[in-house]
């Protein structure tokens, strides 16, 4: 066999690796993403090889006369552990990583692999068949699978990545290949208060399970983290484990109330002169920036933008015009005059790119009592490298104010 890697990021390293170590391979190219080049030129005369595709290259730009693989079908392929997938347009890497200490406070072992940073095929090898693999999919994981995991989570469903996806109706039909292979023995875990999400479930095969529940009457008291978001993401984690675990409430105990949150999601930096800091970089869509406005009680300097991913933000708009403990908004980024028209709270569209002017200034304009939240709902490209150069700029700057 003969495999040329589209893509060199950190899943495009890992498939490399993996397919260069496999019995019988003939030989590993790779193709960097060239925006001068299409892929039509760069693999002429690889006709004989099988292009496995990086999740972050379009299904589209791949010529028609290849074999196309990608490594989350080999992974699932040859993974020989039962297969938790999570996915969602938000709150999919919490829920991951909820079930996947729920799991080890059980005493099992679980492998948090895929979107949230881990590539799953770099974990391959370390997998027993007694063990759990917990899956964060994002779409572009999604959109050629050719398995759906064994126990599947739909958390909620709204447009986002329409920069890449041809439209919302492409990106709802790549997140539904969660399910779209499962079978009577496999599980569906939804949200029933999502319509997307719900019809997505019914298409399974599989036993469904609805959430919001029941079943730990009290799991709000387990939680250390903010947002009502986050008692969802809980249910949907104990829902997908229940049965694995036998119903052991202990377990689901032990495991939230030692769980503080994940980097870069309203994750609390320092309080300096009375004032709190936020970090909620990964906020990449409305609806992660309305949560988080929604967990925060306090008045709120609010910094908002990035680059365009092609989502409506009139709806986040609407929602921040009637936000009463909003203070003052600073809009940053490629989408910042876009966000200013028709925005009716008190705002600046800022005229520097340098972040640490941006965060100083939001330091002189808070007041003691008064949250400096960085939420900016959209991709982060142009000032940053990713949501984690974001945040971890913003946690840098944070620290160093006086």
């Known amino acids: ?3 040329v890697i589209l893509g060199y990021g950190i899943e495009g390293a890992a498939a490399e690796k993996y397919f260069r170590d496999l019995p019988g391979v003939e030989d590993v190219k790779v193709i960097e993403n060239d925006r001068e080049r299409s892929f039509a030129e760069q693999l002429k005369g690889l006709d004989d090889y099988t292009v496995v595709r990086s999740p972050g290259i379009a299904l589209d730009k791949v010529p028609k006369n290849f074999k196309v693989w ?14 938790i ?4 347009s ?6 991951a990583t909820m079930i996947a200490r729920i799991l080890e406070a059980k005493g099992l072992t679980a492998h948090l692999v895929g979107n949230i940073g881990q590539p799953a095929i770099a974990e391959l090898g370390k997998i027993k068949s007694a063990d759990y693999v917990v899956y964060e999919l994002s779409s572009f994981q999604l959109w050629d ?3 759906s995991p064994h126990i599947a989570v739909l958390t909620v469903l709204e447009p986002d990545h329409l920069d890449v996806h041809a439209d919302f109706d492409d990106y709802e039909r790549a997140k539904a290949n969660i399910v779209k292979f ?3 023995n496999d599980l569906v875990v939804y949200n029933k208060n999502d319509q997307l999400v719900t019809r997505i479930a019914q298409s399974s095969q599989g036993r469904k399970v609805a959430y919001p529940n029941q079943l730990v009457p009290n799991l709000r008291e387990f939680l250390q983290v903010l947002g009502e978001h986050n008692l969802r993401n809980a249910e949907a984690a104990v829902s997908a484990v229940w049965d694995i675990i036998g119903g052991d409430v202990a377990a689901v105990k032990k495991a939230l109330t030692n769980f503080k949150g994940l980097p870069h999601h309203i994750e609390l930096v320092r309080e300096l002169n009375g004032v709190h800091y936020y970090d909620d970089s990964f906020s990449s869509n409305p609806t992660a920036t309305k949560v988080a406005v929604e967990a925060l009680s306090d008045p709120i300097i609010l910094i908002l933008g990035g680059s365009d991913k092609g989502i409506d933000m009139a709806p986040l ?11 003052k908004i600073l809009l940053i980024g490629q989408i910042k005059d876009q966000l200013a028209d028709g925005l009716q709270q008190d705002f600046e569209v800022m005229t520097t790119e340098d972040f640490r002017e941006i965060i100083e200034h939001a330091r002189d304009l808070a007041m003691s009592g008064d949250v400096v939240l960085l939420s ?3 991709a982060s490209f142009g000032m940053f490298k990713n949501f984690y150069d974001r945040g971890e700029q913003f946690q840098r700057i944070v620290k160093e104010l006086k």
């Open 1 to 3: 066999m003969k495999y």
């Open 182 to 184: 499962q079978g009577p």
């Open 376 to 378: 900016p709902s959209t």
């Open 317 to 327: 708009k609407n929602f921040l015009n009637g936000t009463k403990n909003i203070k």
């Open 90 to 95: 938000k709150g999919k890497g919490t829920t």
């Open 145 to 147: 699978i050719a398995q």
């Open 85 to 88: 997938g999570v996915t969602g």
């Open 70 to 83: 990608s490594t989350t079908n080999e992974f699932f392929a040859k993974c020989p552990a039962t297969i």
